[in-house]
């Protein structure tokens, strides 16, 4: 595999830390991502989709665990990504579901957090989100490990209001 962007925008990479750097909490970093999503625009979509691959080193003795930092990176760009245009024409939406339809990663990971940030601020799509949700629930595999089946479980419960039945 070969990265499709080999080499993120310095100011994305350092406008996505300035979120990843924050305490996580959902009105924290999906305001910030709001904002920064305003003020740069659509046009910096692939900009922050590089950030998911080539994300920032994590501030000097910031005590960010590699590995973290990344995924945080990776969160706080798909939550940008989420704002960038309105949701049924702007390239924010179709970016998340290729995040989620493409290779099963963390970058899938972010997507959904992102997509359940949107569904929880906006109830008018949530039967799309959940749509989503169930038939990637049909995509995890009987036995083995899938990174992001954890993920959406989490996020789905956190929408509320579930029959019985989607619950259990």
């Given at each position: 595999p070969s990265k499709l962007y080999p080499a993120a925008d310095p100011r994305a990479q350092q406008v996505i830390a300035s979120i990843a750097t924050q305490v996580y909490r959902q009105d924290v970093w999906d305001g910030a991502a709001r904002a920064i999503a305003q003020q740069w625009g659509p046009d910096w979509l692939h900009g922050f989709l590089a950030v998911m691959t080539d994300p920032p080193l994590p501030p000097p003795d910031s005590g960010f665990d590699g590995f973290y930092w990344v995924y945080r990176c990776q969160v706080a760009a798909a939550l940008v990504i989420s704002h960038l245009g309105p949701w049924e024409s702007g390239p924010g939406r179709s970016?998340?579901?290729?995040?989620?339809?493409?290779?099963?990663?963390?970058?899938?990971?972010?997507?959904?957090?992102?997509?359940?940030?949107?569904?929880?601020?906006?109830?008018?799509?949530?039967?799309?989100?959940?749509?989503?949700?169930?038939?990637?629930?049909?995509?995890?595999?009987?036995?083995?490990?899938?990174?992001w089946e954890h993920v959406l479980a989490h996020v789905w419960l956190g929408l509320g209001q579930h029959a019985p039945e989607t619950k259990a």
């Open positions: 970016a998340l579901y290729s995040l989620v339809f493409g290779p099963s990663d963390w970058t899938t990971e972010a997507a959904l957090i992102a997509l359940g940030f949107r569904a929880r601020e906006n109830p008018a799509l949530r039967p799309e989100v959940e749509q989503l949700f169930g038939w990637l629930r049909t995509q995890a595999p009987p036995r083995g490990f899938t990174g």
